[in-house]
Structure formats: structure tokens, C-alpha cells
């Protein structure tokens, strides 16, 4: 399985972008997709999560001002972000879980390579 993600950039704080992570492979059924960020020098944090079901989660720091959501057809998410801060900066990771094979029900969890948003001030 593997996630291509795109849609970061540079943009001024106040701005909006669009993420979108597209998955590919062998799969049967994606449970959870997510969007995760890292900043320089800090650890990797959830930002959302969205599963199967549409059920969503959000960080505290992007209730209100980020979206997140899925097209299950299309196998991508997409996290659409306005109001953002420069401290939105960071390298964003998609994130996918959920099953390959439905005989097997062989499971899978998978990183996108990251995009990264720079919001200048």
C-alpha cells in the first residue's frame, strides 16, 4: 500500500491550502485515514483523523480552523485548512490503516512520504 500525499506550499498567515493523500495497492478496506504533522524539532502529532464510518477527531490546535475529510471511492483524504498560523508550520504525513486482503483480512498501516507547509507571518 502506498499514500501520495500533495498540496502543501507556502502561503501568508490568514491563508487556506488543501491537502489531499491518494492510496494505492492492494486494499480491501481503508478503517482510519489521518493527517499528521512535525514541526523542526518537535515530534510527530496527530493534527485529524477520520474512519470509516465519517466519525472524525481533531487536535486542539486545529478544531474550527482545519477539515478533514474522505472520498472512499477515490481511496483520499483530503484536510482543507484556513486561518492558518506560522505555527501550522511543519511536514504533514498522511496515514492509513485498515485491510489488504479480505480473505486474509491481512491489515495494513502506511505513512505517506509528507508535503510541507510553510506559513509566513
Known amino acids: 500500500v502506498q499514500l501520495q500525499a500533495s498540496g502543501g506550499g507556502l502561503v501568508q498567515a490568514g491563508g487556506s491550502l488543501r491537502l489531499s493523500c491518494a492510496a494505492s495497492g492492494k486494499i480491501w478496506s481503508i478503517n482510519t485515514f489521518g493527517w499528521y504533522r512535525q514541526a523542526p524539532g518537535k515530534q510527530r502529532e496527530l493534527v485529524a483523523d477520520i474512519i470509516t464510518g465519517g466519525s472524525t477527531n481533531y487536535a486542539g490546535s486545529a478544531k474550527g480552523r482545519f477539515t478533514i475529510s474522505r472520498n472512499n471511492a477515490r481511496r483520499t483524504v483530503y484536510l482543507q485548512m484556513n486561518s492558518l498560523k506560522p505555527e501550522d508550520t511543519a511536514v504533514y504525513y498522511c496515514?492509513?490503516?485498515?485491510?489488504?486482503?479480505?480473505?486474509?483480512?491481512?491489515?495494513?498501516?502506511?505513512w505517506g512520504q509528507g508535503t510541507q507547509v510553510t506559513v509566513s507571518s
Open positions: 496515514f492509513a490503516s485498515g485491510i489488504t486482503d479480505r480473505s486474509t483480512l491481512r491489515p495494513f498501516g502506511t
